[in-house]
């Protein structure tokens, strides 16, 4: 009767093998940065829908502004019947620095009033411009963020929808 299986040292030379591919191939990958990502990327998405809500509950039109690693969010002191300039919403609003959209949860990698949301490294967030939010929660202008390694985020102009 022949003998059959595996002897012990082809089962330690092939622990020895995987041992040593699972070194190198776990070091070339880099989880901590795509779960950095996606956080990003969750905030930045939540950030944009409370401030068009944020809009919508005070009645006031609510700004949101790119710059370099973040995005943040300011609301006007005049209710839309005082900012409003022949009839164009938001046109001559007052982004005063003290109305701050206070987040629910101030984002930790901002230094700040907690109204913005931010990248904790460089070139993870690009957006095209800034826009405001008006009173019924429609968006100024079409806007698309987008988060390095993630879907684009997309701000739609007549309704504001965040997707």
Do not use: W
């Not at 002191?77 to 409003?84: A, G, I, L």
């Not at 990248?119 to 405001?132: E, K, L, N, P, Y």
């Amino acid at each position: 009767m022949a003998a059959r299986g595996f002897t012990l040292i082809e089962l330690v030379m092939t622990l020895v093998v995987v041992g040593i591919l699972a070194v190198f191939a776990t070091s070339r990958l880099d989880f901590a940065s795509i779960f950095q990502q996606r956080g990003v990327y969750d905030k930045l998405k939540a950030g944009l829908e409370y401030a068009r809500k944020t809009a919508v509950a005070k009645r006031r039109c609510v700004q949101a502004t790119f710059g370099g690693n973040s995005v943040s969010f300011l609301y006007d002191s005049n209710t839309p019947e005082v900012s409003t300039l022949a009839g164009v919403s938001c046109a001559n609003s007052n982004f005063a620095a003290a109305n701050y959209v206070t987040l629910p949860a101030p984002d930790k990698d901002c230094v700040g009033p907690g109204n913005a949301v931010c990248s904790h490294s460089a070139g993870v967030i690009s957006a095209g411009t800034s826009f405001t939010f008006d009173a019924q929660g429609a968006a100024s202008t079409a806007t698309t963020f987008t988060v390095s390694g993630m879907p684009t985020i997309t701000v739609e102009a007549t309704t504001g929808y965040v997707h």
